[in-house]
């Protein structure tokens, strides 16, 4: 049985003070390229367990072993999946299934459940019969070393010698092979090792009573724990991703520059456009036309070209804009709403309303989507402003305020609306300070206070987005402003010339 010594592990299934290495020593075990073991009867635990990257940019989602996993860690060999790694903090593997009712699936329940079976049948024979109690302990004991890192070396010595075959072979013979003194054994390791997200799984495993039914939970559990593990891995990389992965794409990408001469047009349209003279005619410098290109991202027309080069990050870029979108119309909502009293003088309502507006936004997407639904916001505004308004026994809005309102409401589903317009550019001046800036966010601007933490995620998604991509590509966005605002200014200085040559004749002649 296994000693009390044992300490708690942290959440991510490693000992606090071994967390430093954790990341080096698990990449160490990788072996490399590995193809998929067949599976037992058991289920056991596919010793290449297998596992779903989600779905990128439209591509199918992935199956993949731990072992690639780590090798893609450790080599940064998927561009594609590093990107994503690095960009997204969310991402996380997914547990593997076999498409229901696909042959697959019923091959797999089949031939577990004769598994489980089988092995009922065998432990409740007279006298009782052992093999499969032993390959699963085996089995079992070859799942550790995937849920525990190679820093626990005494625990898993310890799982080496008690759950040694040779030894639950000899105890099988002579008859005093105790299986449910195992199952305890095995959870009170997976209960010092697990995270603390998976204590109440082992908590239910303690109070089954039918030992191959708490087998069966143990192998649930470990699967669940071998999850834990490699999103562990993924989120204890990311940084080191994060890093080699802009070097590795920026490598990638100048070997391509070499041998590509045809240019990328949408790219190079997108940077020109912002290099045009500002309104009142004053030029503009390459960094600050770069600066604008990406200010552009945040509201990305459907009638223009989406730059070639951002293309790995056009689907992530355009679901921003659509966010952006819905907190622009929220912030404009509750700006209107706020004309009436009983919501600019009770911050209660209006963050109670706010809330109620983005919950009714989420399913925008686009313009003719926030058409569709502003009557039906209205209908909630008018409903909740009224409540609220007999609460405090005051009666409900009068006829020429409510027609004010729905007025100003309706105008919202129009983006050249007033209100709306004035949102934006103060969401476009709060996200330009922002991507400016190397510290903390800016305060939200008015309007936008009760959407904040929905402000702050969206800035910094889209920031992150950004930085990245001016990492990888930033050198030669400037190679080209600079090169068309060189070739500007050459043909404004053959122009002039031109005209001065020109004039010349002219002005002998008189």
């Not at 770069?290 to 945040?298: D, P, T």
């Not at 003088?345 to 989507?369: C, F, G, M, P, Y």
């Not at 002039?496 to 008189?510: E, F, H, L, V």
């Given at each position: 049985?296994?000693?009390?010594?044992?300490?708690?592990?942290?959440?991510?299934?490693?000992?606090?003070?071994?967390?430093?290495?954790?990341?080096?020593?698990?990449?160490?075990?990788?072996?490399?390229?590995?193809?998929?073991?067949?599976?037992?009867?058991?289920?056991?635990?596919?010793?290449?367990?297998?596992?779903?990257?989600?779905?990128?940019?439209?591509?199918?989602?992935?199956?993949?072993?731990?072992?690639?996993?780590?090798?893609?860690?450790?080599?940064?060999?998927?561009?594609?999946?590093?990107?994503?790694?690095?960009?997204?903090?969310?991402?996380?593997?997914?547990?593997?299934?076999?498409?229901?009712?696909?042959?697959?699936?019923?091959?797999?329940?089949?031939?577990?459940?004769?598994?489980?079976?089988?092995?009922?049948?065998?432990?409740?024979?007279?006298?009782?019969?052992?093999?499969?109690?032993?390959?699963?302990?085996?089995?079992?004991?070859?799942?550790?070393?995937?849920?525990?890192?190679?820093?626990?070396?005494?625990?898993?010595?310890?799982?080496?010698?008690?759950?040694?075959?040779?030894?639950?072979?000899?105890?099988?013979?002579?008859?005093?092979?105790?299986?449910?003194?195992?199952?305890?054994?095995?959870?009170?390791?997976?209960?010092?090792?697990?995270?603390?997200?998976?204590?109440?799984?082992?908590?239910?495993?303690?109070?089954?009573?039918?030992?191959?039914?708490?087998?069966?939970?143990?192998?649930?559990?470990?699967?669940?724990?071998?999850?834990?593990?490699?999103?562990?891995?993924?989120?204890?990389?990311?940084?080191?991703?994060?890093?080699?992965?802009?070097?590795?794409?920026?490598?990638?990408?100048?070997?391509?520059?070499?041998?590509?001469?045809?240019?990328?047009?949408?790219?190079?349209?997108?940077?020109?456009?912002?290099?045009?003279?500002?309104?009142?005619?004053?030029?503009?410098?390459?960094?600050?036309?770069?600066?604008?290109?990406?200010?552009?991202?945040?509201?990305?027309?459907?009638?223009?070209?989406?730059?070639?080069?951002?293309?790995?990050?056009?689907?992530?870029?355009?679901?921003?804009?659509?966010?952006?979108?819905?907190?622009?119309?929220?912030?404009?909502?509750?700006?209107?709403?706020?004309?009436?009293?009983?919501?600019?003088?009770?911050?209660?309502?209006?963050?109670?309303?706010?809330?109620?507006?983005?919950?009714?936004?989420?399913?925008?997407?686009?313009?003719?989507?926030?058409?569709?639904?502003?009557?039906?916001?209205?209908?909630?505004?008018?409903?909740?402003?009224?409540?609220?308004?007999?609460?405090?026994?005051?009666?409900?809005?009068?006829?020429?305020?409510?027609?004010?309102?729905?007025?100003?409401?309706?105008?919202?589903?129009?983006?050249?609306?007033?209100?709306?317009?004035?949102?934006?550019?103060?969401?476009q001046t709060y996200f330009r300070l922002a991507l400016r800036s190397k510290g903390g966010l800016p305060p939200p601007p008015p309007g936008y206070v009760d959407f904040k933490d929905e402000l702050e995620s969206y800035t910094t998604a889209l920031k992150r987005v950004i930085a990245y991509n001016h990492s990888v590509f930033g050198e030669y966005f400037l190679q080209i402003l600079t090169q068309r605002q060189n070739d500007t200014n050459n043909d404004s200085i053959r122009a002039?010339?031109?005209?001065?040559?020109?004039?010349?004749?002219?002005?002998?002649?008189?």
């Open positions: 049985m296994p000693a009390d010594s044992i300490s708690r592990m942290d959440s991510n299934g490693s000992n606090e003070n071994d967390k430093n290495n954790t990341s080096q020593n698990i990449l160490g075990t990788s072996p490399g390229a590995s193809s998929l073991r067949s599976r037992t009867d058991s289920e056991c635990s596919d010793k290449l367990a297998r596992f779903v990257l989600p779905s990128m940019d439209g591509s199918p989602p992935k199956v993949m072993t731990l072992d690639e996993v780590t090798n893609v860690v450790k080599n940064i060999q998927n561009m594609e999946l590093a990107h994503e790694i690095a960009l997204n903090p969310e991402f996380k593997l997914q547990p593997y299934e076999p498409p229901e009712n696909s042959l697959e699936k019923r091959i797999k329940d089949c031939m577990h459940k004769a598994f489980w079976d089988l092995l009922r049948e065998q432990l409740n024979s007279d006298p009782p019969s052992y093999d499969y109690a032993i390959q699963l302990l085996s089995e079992i004991k070859e799942c550790f070393p995937q849920i525990l890192t190679q820093n626990n070396k005494l625990i898993l010595d310890q799982i080496n010698e008690i759950l040694d075959e040779s030894v639950i072979r000899q105890q099988a013979e002579k008859g005093v092979l105790d299986f449910k003194s195992y199952a305890d054994f095995i959870i009170k390791i997976m209960g010092k090792s697990c995270a603390p997200a998976r204590d109440d799984d082992i908590k239910k495993l303690t109070q089954i009573e039918d030992v191959v039914d708490m087998f069966k939970g143990i192998l649930d559990t470990m699967a669940l724990m071998k999850l834990d593990m490699a999103n562990f891995l993924l989120d204890f990389s990311r940084n080191a991703i994060m890093a080699n992965s802009v070097e590795y794409e920026k490598q990638k990408f100048n070997e391509y520059l070499e041998y590509y001469k045809f240019g990328f047009p949408a790219t190079e349209n997108w940077l020109q456009r912002n290099l045009s003279p500002t309104s009142s005619g004053t030029s503009v410098t390459p960094d600050q036309a770069m600066s604008n290109a990406y200010m552009e991202l945040m509201d990305w027309q459907e009638n223009i070209d989406f730059p070639e080069i951002l293309s790995t990050d056009k689907d992530r870029i355009l679901k921003l804009g659509q966010r952006a979108k819905r907190l622009c119309v929220a912030a404009s909502l509750i700006s209107i709403c706020s004309a009436v009293p009983i919501i600019s003088q009770r911050s209660e309502n209006r963050i109670e309303l706010a809330k109620q507006i983005e919950i009714l936004l989420q399913s925008v997407t686009n313009e003719k989507d926030i058409s569709e639904i502003i009557d039906n916001i209205w209908e909630q505004i008018k409903t909740v402003i009224n409540k609220y308004l007999q609460k405090e026994n005051q009666s409900a809005m009068d006829s020429e305020v409510e027609t004010m309102i729905r007025m100003q409401v309706k105008q919202i589903a129009n983006r050249d609306a007033p209100v709306r317009q004035l949102m934006w550019k103060r969401f002039s010339a031109d005209a001065t040559t020109d004039a010349g004749p002219s002005t002998s002649q008189q």
